[in-house]
């Protein structure tokens, strides 16, 4: 628990969503199923087991005490508790001010409609800002980004959508089973002023191949599934399907990010899939996820790899590749961890 108290007593008053403070890298002995975000004008812990009266009474004197140092007089403290149990059982407790919901937090410039107290997925993953600014920077890199054309697949709430429109993509396709989350990522294109372009596909993927080939050839694949959602998708045994799939959907030197968030698979098991089965596809790097999710294991933190596409014979590539910028350090000092 000091630890967590120890990142609060020096927290910068957040004015965007970032993560605070996360245990769950093993960084923080006894602290490893904590983890502390803002989501402005709330702060949320998230515990992922039960945490003792006399444990959250301290956390809510620490927060109380740092906000009345470090923010507005205008601005009361607003936190929230989650405890996130086996079985999925979520309870959400506002425990101090008043939690807006739903509310609009910040991102990089970028605004985006959140719920907190809907469940545990609140809009936003946090531990995907390093991918966000990869994608637009790499939009922004393009010689022609208005011609660009963006495939966003699993795109829940289109925060990459968002971001490679804010960039000037020309095109983005999103496709994802969720009709409640593709309104949410609607709305987030509404609140940046980017609809023009973007579509919006309540589809099972695996279903859809024929739109998806349609709107094609891509010069950006973003593929960013659950790593296990019976019915959806399970990594171990659909990823490859889609695998077999990018080769034919991206333009000459076009690139697919490839996400997966599950600590029991490392890089080796997207790399080795990949090689067998889309040799062409060349492996470029790991965006390094930003520092506060560093892990004492990172093969078992968020992996995003990227892969290009071989360009047209005797053509020089027409795509700058942007270096993936280093995540800024947010948050708290010595603030560590992994993914919720």
Known sequence: MQPLLDAIAQMAYPTDAQRLFHGRGGRYPGCEQLSLDAFPPALVLTSFAPLADEALAAVGAALAQRWQQIAPADQPLTWVFQTREAGGKVETRTMAGALPEPHVVTENGAQYLLHIGRGQNHGLFLDMAAGRDWVRQQVQAHPRPARMKVLN???????????????????????????????????????????????????????????????????????????????????TKDYARLMRRLPDLLAPDGQVLLCLNAPELGTAFLREQMSEIAPELHFTQRIPNPPVFADVDEERSLKVLVYRAPGLPGASSEATVAPAAPAAVVGAVGAAGTAA
């Not at 709430?157 to 971001?163: D, E, P, Q, R, Y």
């Not at 983005?172 to 509404?190: E, Y």
């Not at 024929?210 to 593929?223: A, E, F, M, W």
């Open 153 to 235: 697949l699993f795109a829940y709430t289109c925060a990459f959508s968002v971001v490679a429109k804010l960039a000037g993509a020309g095109q983005v396709l999103n496709m994802d089973m969720s009709k409640g989350a593709l309104a949410t990522g609607q709305h987030n294109h509404q609140l940046n002023g980017v609809k023009a372009g973007a579509s919006f596909a309540a589809h099972d993927i695996f279903s859809s191949w024929g739109k998806i080939n349609r709107s094609g050839p891509y010069d950006l694949i973003i593929v960013d599934p659950p790593s296990y959602q019976k019915g959806s998708f399970i990594a």
